[in-house]
């Protein structure tokens, strides 16, 4: 099934040590978003990918990086880790196709742990 | 700013019972209106938007401008509803602004 691949499902690091989380597509989607989601809160957009284009929130801190090397490829690097980026991270695809808006799908989350 | 609104944060109501999550929203242009769904041990999908005007597993949600909101509605509801709700408006460009979600609760 075609679907949003998220590594590893549950992440700890330690306070200050840089951290990657991996998400993956075989959708062939254009646009790839990067959630943040802390506990009982609203997942926030952090920054997305249309194509090879990166698009970042205003209020995405700096410490919050992203890569995508293609297309099926997305990567979040957290440089430096504090307590208050312990959360789920979630990562979805669109086909960004248009002016209409295109459903997005969702992957399982990477829970990420900071020590 | 752009806001999605979900005032409770539980809702437990008994099978076959009424089921209304409330979702309230402020946005300047015209909005586009979701809901997303997570059951348990599963994903955020998709359940339904308001340009659709369709029902989905028995849930409809009507967009009322006056309000500013998109309540999602169910008239009889069953123990797989059940789930986290999140009420989302498109901000353009593909992007989304969420609710901080309702769970429900289905009682048999």
């Known amino acids: 099934d075609a679907m949003v691949i998220q590594n590893p499902r549950y992440q700890v690091t330690q306070f200050g040590k840089p951290v990657t989380l991996s998400c993956s597509q075989t959708?062939?989607?254009?646009?790839m978003y990067w959630y943040q989601q802390k506990s009982s809160q609203a997942p926030k957009l952090l920054f997305h990918?249309?194509?090879?284009?990166?698009?970042n929130e205003a209020d995405t801190p700096d410490n919050f990086q992203s890569r995508r090397p293609n297309t099926s490829f997305c990567f979040l690097d957290i440089r430096s880790p504090g307590l208050g980026d312990a959360a789920m991270y979630l990562c979805a695809t669109s086909r960004g196709l248009g002016d209409s808006y295109n459903e997005q799908f969702f992957g399982p989350g990477t829970r990420l742990t900071v020590l | 700013a752009q806001r999605v609104t979900q005032p409770e944060k539980l809702l437990s109501v008994f099978k076959g019972a009424p089921v209304e999550l409330k979702c309230n929203y402020s946005?300047?242009?015209?909005?586009?209106l979701f809901w997303y769904v997570q059951y348990s041990r599963q994903r955020l999908q998709l359940l339904l938007r308001?340009?659709s005007r369709e029902s989905i597993k028995g849930f409809t949600a009507d967009l009322n401008k006056g309000e500013t909101s998109f309540h999602l509605k169910k008239p009889f509801a069953q123990e797989e509803d059940s789930a986290m709700y999140y009420c989302?408006?498109?901000?353009?460009?593909?992007?989304?602004?969420f609710g901080t979600g309702t769970r429900l609760l289905v009682s048999p």
């Open positions: 959708l062939n989607h254009n646009v």
């Open positions: 946005y300047s242009g015209s909005p586009e």
């Open positions: 308001h340009i």
């Open positions: 990918y249309y194509d090879k284009d990166f698009n």
């Open positions: 989302a408006v498109n901000t353009g460009f593909q992007k989304l602004v």
